[in-house]
């Protein structure tokens, strides 16, 4: 049975917990294939918001699977926290798993990240300081530690030994600061590993074990598509694939494997931390929709960057990710604005650009198509008929630039907020 992914298309935020448990109802297994507890995924159902780092956003539902992929770097003190905060509201989290070859973020991953970006002060790229891009560096450098080493305690002593003594070095001579010490982060982790122990799993044969018995699998990640190492707008970017192509990488399966490519993309852009972002909005109404769309990071609480559709960078994002099912999110934040714009090409120099470049200038600036507002509440629309005209013809827009159907549009942030535009093609793949 062929699976489903899930990616955002932008520059992250762009609502993928909520399609996420969305389609994790007629899922038995939910994957997360890449990234670390540097990002969130926000769930509201009813009086509850939930925020999930790490663990899948399937853990709502008490039949799926959840399993933290080997892609994914795992802070485990984060991880813990994660499970307590949903077990104290009555979650159950007994299916939720690791994977042997995860990495493990330690403290000294978190110190050196946040030392760089002090050193590079106006040069920095703007990270969340959770250590990420170093373990992932370590994870390269083949000097990382794995959630399979917290199986083998005396090899956990060993190599925590090691990279200690030699991040200590880097710690004291370079950013001439104080050294870690090493007894106390083994005793810290070594109390980790006896409560993580009996969620450690051999997650590659599990997963083609599930995919060979028919099993229904979403793969989920973090970040977003112009966040891609490779890909995205490279150096502020993140250290990871959140292309499609990084759920081979980070799940360890095969590209038969998947079916679906579901791309989830805001009826606008946001953007955190630094890096260029060609359709920003410096007036006020980026701040009306900072305000309405709550545009404010899960994971860090940063106010997020707001600017218009940026059309060129999402055709990009659609053709690298192979996108077949598109997901419109946040339709009801533009409800108020009297014009709304679209970015179809770019202006650099005076020069015209029609295709995402490999490097975005910063004073590279969106050339825009406007649409006419519908100054009308879609909240509570969940037919795409009853949508006001003005609202369709700027996802009719949306669709003729892509050359791709919108299957779904989500008009709030509950689990029922949501108009189904094709409902034969919706229920034929996530039925």
């Known amino acids: 049975m062929p699976s489903n992914v899930i990616v955002g298309l932008q520059w ?39 925020i999930l780092h790490l663990i899948p956003s399937g853990v709502i539902y008490s039949n799926v699977k959840c399993i933290v992929g080997p892609g994914v770097v795992v802070d485990p003190k984060s991880f813990l926290k994660e499970i307590q905060d949903l077990e104290s509201m009555n979650i159950d989290t007994s299916k939720v798993f690791l994977a042997k070859r995860a990495h493990v973020t330690m403290p000294y991953h978190r110190f050196l990240d946040q030392y760089k970006e002090e050193v590079l002060a106006d040069q920095s790229i703007g990270t969340t300081h959770r250590g990420i891009g170093p373990t992932y560096e370590d994870k ?35 950013y001439k600061k104080k050294p870690i010490v090493f007894e106390s ?151 108020e604005l009297k014009v709304i714009k679209v970015c179809v090409e770019y202006k650099y120099n005076g020069k015209e650009i029609k295709h995402f470049p490999a490097n975005i200038e910063k004073n590279m600036k969106g050339v825009y198509i406007d649409f006419p507002g ?30 791709l159907e919108v299957l779904l549009i989500s008009v709030g942030s509950e689990r029922n907020q949501n108009i189904i535009k094709n409902k034969d093609s919706f229920f034929k793949i996530f039925s």
């Open 374 to 403: 519908w100054k009308k509440n879609i909240s509570h629309i969940r037919e795409y008929k009853d949508l006001p005209e003005n609202c369709k013809k700027y996802i009719k827009f949306i669709e003729d630039y892509l050359n």
């Open 12 to 50: 992250g935020d762009e609502g993928k917990g909520k399609i996420t448990d969305l389609l994790s109802k007629n899922s038995d297994y939910v994957i997360r294939y890449q990234g670390g507890n540097n990002s969130g995924h926000s769930i509201h159902v009813k009086n509850h918001y939930f």
């Open 140 to 174: 390269t450098a083949r000097m990382g530690i794995r959630v399979l080493d917290f199986l083998n305690l005396k090899k956990f002593y060993q190599k925590l030994k090691y990279n200690i003594d030699f991040k200590n070095e880097i710690i004291t001579k370079v």
């Open 185 to 335: 982060v083994y005793e810290e982790y070594i109390e980790y590993a006896k409560v993580l122990s009996n969620r450690i799993i051999d997650a590659v044969h599990e997963i083609h074990d599930a995919f060979h018995n028919q099993k229904k699998i979403l793969f989920e990640g973090a970040q977003a598509m112009l966040l891609d190492i490779n890909y995205g707008t490279y150096p502020y970017v993140t250290t990871s694939s959140t292309s499609t192509g990084g759920v081979c990488i980070g799940s360890g399966i095969p590209p038969n494997f998947l079916g679906n490519f579901i791309g989830i993309a805001k009826a606008y852009c946001t953007r955190v931390g630094f890096g260029p972002f060609p359709t920003e909005i410096k007036s006020k109404i980026g701040d009306i929709i900072r305000q309405k769309g709550n545009e404010y990071g899960a994971t860090t609480k940063r106010p997020r960057r707001c600017g218009w559709l940026d059309l060129i960078a999402l055709k990009y994002s659609c053709m690298i990710n192979g996108i077949n099912c598109l997901i419109i999110t946040k339709l009801d934040i533009l409800s």
